[in-house]
């Protein structure tokens, strides 16, 4: 499939209203979602990404970008690792965990269910 297809079936289904009931969203999403087609980030794109940016952009206001783009880049930070250094900063919790946010796209939980694995606290 060609880029240019990619990106047609893309906003195609993000007008879809069945899937997607705020259709302004959901085109953004797609738009998003086709210049990283464009500019070389990514290499393919399904519609399990355009659903996944549609609920962040849902949920997470202006922050919807950053988390998505975090979400697809071709080598994102493991999430341990990511805690591991984050700690060592010495910033306090609420700055690592708004951090952990930006980079993974992982929710609350997930960050503090890793820090009690690590032994690094609540």
Do not use: C
């Not at 997607?20 to 980030?41: I, M, N, W």
Request: proline content about 2%; charged content about 30%; hydrophobic content about 35%.
């Amino acid at each position: 499939m060609t880029i240019s297809r990619a990106k047609e079936l893309l906003i195609k289904a993000a007008a879809d209203k069945g899937w997607y009931p705020d259709t302004k969203k959901s085109q953004a999403v797609a738009k998003f979602l086709s210049s990283r087609l464009t500019d070389g980030a990514l290499t393919q794109i399904s519609y399990r990404t355009l659903q996944m940016g549609y609920e962040l952009a849902k949920h997470n206001g202006d922050q919807w970008e950053i988390l998505l783009n975090a979400m697809i880049i071709s080598n994102p930070e493991d999430p341990k690792k990511l805690i591991r250094k984050l700690a060592k900063q010495e910033l306090r919790v609420k700055d690592q965990l708004q951090r952990f946010e930006e980079v993974t796209g992982l929710k609350r939980r997930t960050f503090f269910k890793y820090r009690k694995e690590m032994n690094l606290g609540k």
